[in-house]
């Protein structure tokens, strides 16, 4: 079931190559088609899911014994729920229309395939096999951005690349650091939680340590490793940016849990307050340098940094509140991390799937270009502002939910840190208030008077993501109980 | 120890050197409408001491030929890889080189300078590894120089000669030091009398010694005939002069070190160095490059740097043999493959050439992908594989620092295969590509699926490397 859920986009992207000469909705059709079978085989599998705080449904192969390395595929509540977003939020992109360029096929080729490596890296269940979907995830979008990204993109693609890769292969070291700290040698992820390698290591756990926080911060993205992330994001066409920001993120900030929280436990003791203080650092700075920039699309971008500070936030909240002996607020901060990210994936993929419909029929990302959009697209309108009061944290909606519980479980153990911390949020209103009012309130320039509102499909993908948002934040139980079967496991 | 016997040792590099005769006798003999079988016959020939050389994996791991050479499993895996290496470069020069006259002779060149690198991978003795590396050196400068018109081939063979025949003489120096100091030739006695010699003197010799080797490789400070030879030698060639001298050169150099491993000498630090400095300047040294095939060469350069890394684990990893071997079957296959691709384009070397490569020749720019993806480590190519144990054997041996600067290596190198690569998929196509040929296609693809295999497939490679010996 697993390994289909990872094949299936694989063989698909091959299949997509031979349709070449198709149309492009033909294409798109197809592409949507595959990109949704790993949606619906993660949803049977949730129904299969026990919740024991354990691995489930355990899919293994031997690979390279000579090395430890096995091919193994499980899932938790965590890389259930992750995993089923990232499959929807693939499904909603690839359907969501973009200029293609005249190489369709070739575009979902490389969309399904990034979502075959993006959904093993959260169903691996064996470190080698986890880094090498993470580090193909780089090559997808290094293609994607290049190709049918705009601006300076090639540039934007090279960037994104090699800092990305030089973050993997400083992970990388560090995975072998902890590999060759076991006995007998092996990648296995279950038995690395277990046996803690590192652990009162000294000096070679801690360089371990900062080297997976490196590797993983430039993905997730953390100040100051983030500058690859806006012109990424700018230059990338929507639905990649979508990817790049609903899914891509989260790899890094699953590893902050997975690999940093569970492997690691006393290192990340250790290191929970500076990290802290550096994903306090991303919150205030990332939403302060989001409310300065006049393009809609870096605005956007920032304010994922700002976002991921807050589940950095809640991670190291939570490591810090196991060495407190403080089990409740361990699993609030851990949970609330959780819950933004697949908050942040639904709401940010949203946002910039609108902001892709705003450039086809604009051509333009400058917020100053627009506004009065209300009157002539209410349906963009309306997307746009659900999407914008749940990425500010309104009450109901699922960003709400996973703040609440990062902050609640923060006050616990870094009362001052949360409190500074909450002054992103008070930032991150103003900026998204700003731009409703600015690009959809107000008066329509003469030149946008046949702007169109978004048509079938883009609707229907953006009332997916939306619904969910909504569903959450309203009724967030289903949501929870899984993750809490793993987050309630993790603190021991 | 009879001579029968003994010869039963080295029947793989017999039938090496009978072939080599053989063709060269047929070429000579040949008019030259039949030229053209001349690969054929250099095929079976490698096929034959391919296939003499396999049952050697699973015999016992010893020095054999009167203590001169060694029979183990990495000398053994290493010749493999040389052999693996000498097919697929036949299979690129048959049309390459179909308008030669001389082209029989230059299978027998080819067959010679196998035999050159396969002795240096098994070389246990000081004065075999002076004949491996003369024949290797010797054969390789006419191979380099085999355009005889070209200006460039020339000039490339002139450098690759210079500095050849000046390192070689200093390592013959080495080679009599250590013999004065140590009594024999042979590494068995040289390992039980070394340790007691002067230590200064065997330095000296040592020092020597690994720079002949260092040039062989391609390591620094006497590498700047590579991108010399890759950009003015035949393609073909130069796909093999980058290659198999180096797989045998490399695993010579170990074989050195593991000779001295109770030696009073800090060769561990100096090959350390060494290896830092190779793959850091062959980097930094490619970054400029408007022309691919000295960008491949100076990228050879790095990657010998890469593979240095394992000499220096030696001892203190039980990796350090296992990731040696992985990374240098990777590393051939993978340069292979991006000489192979130039081959097929006719040589075509100039960077502004590869635009829209992926347009018109999508499966030569595939491969070209794949070998580049390879070189800077991306999984699960082989290239990754042999990267990723490297790292760990030299982690593991307590040279963090190396694996360090491997990693920042690796992510310059990506600058400059991407200036290749991004041109290639995201610009236009401005004309027609012409080709070669088939049997250069076909060679090619065997080394893009080699590329591939080295890392999907490690398993059974490392399951064969791990049991490997590497005898003094």
Redesign the interface.
């Not at chain 1, 031997?62 to 090395?67: A, E, F, N, V």
């Not at chain 2, 800077?376 to 699960?380: L, S, T």
């Given at each position: 079931m697993l390994t289909a859920s990872i094949l299936m986009p694989l063989l698909g992207a091959v299949a997509m190559l031979t349709l070449r000469r198709t149309s492009e909705p033909t294409q798109r059709g197809v592409a949507t088609g595959i990109a949704a079978v790993p949606l619906l085989l993660l949803i049977v599998v949730w129904t299969q899911f026990d919740g024991n705080g354990g691995f489930e449904l355990i899919e293994q192969a031997?690979?390279?014994?000579?090395?430890g390395v096995t091919y193994k595929l499980g899932i938790d509540g965590m890389s259930l729920v992750l995993a089923v977003m990232s499959a929807l939020i693939f499904a909603a992109s690839t359907a969501y229309p973009t200029d293609l360029r005249g190489r369709g096929h070739e575009y979902y080729a490389w969309m399904l395939f990034l979502e075959a490596v993006s959904l093993g890296v959260f169903l691996a269940l064996d470190l080698?096999l986890f880094?090498?979907f993470f580090?193909?995830s780089?090559?997808g979008m290094y293609?994607l951005i290049?190709?049918w990204g705009h601006g300076n993109?090639?540039r934007a693609?090279?960037k994104f690349?090699?800092y990305t890769?030089?973050g993997s292969?400083?992970m990388?070291?560090a995975i072998?650091?902890l590999?060759?700290a076991t006995d007998p040698r092996t990648f296995d992820i279950p038995t690395l939680i277990a046996s803690q390698p590192l652990a009162g290591s000294g000096l070679l756990g801690a360089?371990a340590f900062w080297g997976f926080a490196i590797g993983l911060g430039v993905k997730t993205p953390l100040v100051p490793v983030h500058t690859w992330l806006p012109p990424a994001h700018v230059d990338a066409p929507a639905p990649a940016s979508a990817i790049l920001a609903g899914v891509l993120l989260k790899l890094g900030t699953y590893g902050f849990i997975r690999i940093m929280l569970q492997m690691m436990g006393e290192q990340y003791q250790r290191f929970a307050f500076p990290l802290a203080v550096i994903a306090v650092v991303s919150i205030v700075y990332g939403a302060l340098v989001a409310l300065g920039q006049p393009n809609l699309k870096r605005r956007i971008a920032y304010t994922s940094v700002n976002h991921m500070g807050y589940t950095i936030l809640g991670v190291s909240a939570c490591a810090a509140a196991i060495g407190l002996g403080d089990r409740d607020a361990q699993t609030l901060a851990l949970t609330g991390a959780v819950v933004e990210m697949v908050a942040h994936g639904l709401i940010t993929g949203a946002l910039f799937l609108i902001s892709g419909s705003i450039w086809q029929r604009g051509q333009s990302y400058e917020i100053a270009d627009y506004g009065g959009l209300a009157a002539r697209a209410p349906r963009m309108t309306a997307a746009t502002v659900v999407a914008a009061f749940a990425s500010l944290g309104l009450p109901g909606l699922a960003g709400f939910i996973a703040e609440f519980q990062i902050f609640v479980g923060t006050f616990a153990v870094y009362p001052w840190l949360a409190g500074i911390g909450l002054l992103g949020v008070v930032i991150t209103a103003a900026l998204f208030l700003q731009v409703l009012q600015r690009m959809f309130l107000g008066d329509l320039p003469d030149r946008w008077g046949d702007w169109t509102d978004v048509g079938r499909v883009e609707t229907a993908s953006l009332a997916v993501l939306l619904a969910l948002v909504i569903v959450i934040g309203v009724y967030p139980r289903w949501l929870l109980s899984p993750i809490e079967s793993a987050t309630r496991a993790m603190g021991g | 120890m009879d001579m029968a016997a003994a010869a039963g040792e080295v029947v793989p590099e017999i039938v090496l050197l009978a072939g080599a005769v053989v063709v060269l006798i047929t070429a000579l003999f040949t008019p030259r409408r039949l030229q053209h079988h001349a690969p054929w016959l250099s095929l079976i020939v490698i096929g034959v001491a391919a296939a003499t050389t396999v049952p050697q994996l699973g015999a016992v791991q010893r020095i054999g030929f009167f203590d001169t050479y060694a029979l183990d499993g990495t000398a053994v895996v290493g010749k493999l890889i040389v052999l693996a290496v000498a097919a697929i470069t036949v299979g690129l020069t048959t049309e390459w080189f179909r308008s030669d006259d001389r082209a029989g002779e230059l299978q027998t060149m080819l067959l010679f300078a196998t035999l050159g690198a396969v002795l240096l991978a098994g070389a246990a003795d000081l004065m075999e590894l002076v004949l491996g590396l003369l024949l290797s050196s010797v054969t390789g400068y006419v191979l380099a120089a085999y355009h005889r018109q070209s200006k460039e081939s020339g000039e490339a063979a002139i450098k690759y000669y210079l500095l050849g025949a000046l390192t070689n003489a200093l390592m013959l120096v080495g080679v009599v030091l250590l013999f004065g100091l140590g009594t024999t030739t042979t590494y068995p006695g040289l390992s039980q009398t070394l340790p007691g010699a002067d230590p200064l003197g065997v330095l000296a010799g040592t020092g020597l010694l690994l720079l002949g080797m260092a040039f062989k490789v391609g390591a620094v400070p006497v590498h700047p005939w590579v991108p010399d030879v890759a950009e003015g030698a035949p393609a073909p060639a130069a796909a093999f002069l980058l290659t198999a001298p180096k797989v045998g050169g490399i695993i010579a150099i170990a074989r050195i070190a593991a000779l001295l491993a109770d030696a009073p000498v800090g060769w561990r630090p100096a090959i350390a160095l060494i290896a830092a400095a190779t793959m850091t300047l062959g980097n930094l040294a490619a970054l400029w490059q408007t022309d691919v095939r000295r960008l491949l060469g100076w990228s050879a350069v790095s990657q010998t740097g890469y593979a240095l890394m394992a000499p220096v684990a030696l001892g203190r990893s039980d990796l350090a043999i296992?990731s040696l071997l992985l990374f240098l079957a990777a590393y051939a296959a993978a340069n292979l493959a991006a000489f192979g691709v130039v081959v097929e384009l006719r040589g075509r070397t100039d960077l502004a050439d590869y635009a829209g490569l992926a347009r018109t020749r999508p499966w030569l720019f595939t491969g070209l992908v794949i070998a580049f993806?390879s070189m800077?480590?991306?999984?699960?190519l082989g290239g990754?594989?042999g990267k990723?144990?490297l790292?760990?054997a030299t982690?593991?041996a307590g040279y963090?620092w190396l694996?360090?600067l491997a990693?920042?290596n690796?992510?310059i190198s990506?600058?400059y295969y991407?200036r290749v690569l991004?041109p290639g998929?995201?610009e236009p196509a401005p004309g027609p590509v012409p080709v070669l040929g088939t049997s250069a296609a076909v060679a090619t693809g065997i080394a893009v699926v080699a590329t591939v295999a080295t890392g999907v497939v490690?398993?059974p490679l490392?399951?064969t490397f791990?049991d490997a010996l590497l005898l003094p």
């Open positions: 031997p690979w390279i014994p000579s090395l080698f880094y090498v580090d193909l780089l090559v293609f290049g190709v993109a090639r693609a090279l690349f090699i890769l030089a292969l400083v990388l070291l072998l650091a590999y060759l360089l | 296992p993806l800077v480590g991306i999984p699960p990754f594989a990723l144990a790292f760990a982690i593991d963090t694996a360090v990693v920042i690796s992510v990506l600058a991407a991004g998929y995201f490690a398993e490392l399951r791990t």
